[in-house]
C-alpha cells in the first residue's frame, strides 16, 4: 500500500516535517515563494495561498 505524497488542507501530517505549497502545474513554472509549515505528526494542514494547491513534504 502506498502512503500519501500531496495533503489537502485540514487533513493530519503523517509525520513530524516540514512542507510546502505545490500546485496543478508548478513542475512547468514552479511557484514562486511557496508557502511553507513545519507540523508534528497529527497536526492538521493549514488552508493554501489558493484552491487548487496542495501540501506535500518539503525535500531537504
Do not use: C, Q
Amino acid at each position: 500500500m502506498g502512503e500519501w505524497t500531496e495533503f489537502e488542507p485540514g487533513m493530519s501530517a503523517p509525520n513530524d516535517g516540514t512542507y510546502m505549497e505545490v500546485g496543478d502545474a508548478d513542475f512547468h513554472t514552479g511557484i514562486s515563494n511557496p508557502k511553507h509549515v513545519h507540523l508534528r505528526k497529527g497536526e492538521k494542514f493549514p488552508p493554501t495561498s489558493k484552491k487548487d494547491r496542495k501540501w506535500k513534504k518539503a525535500r531537504h
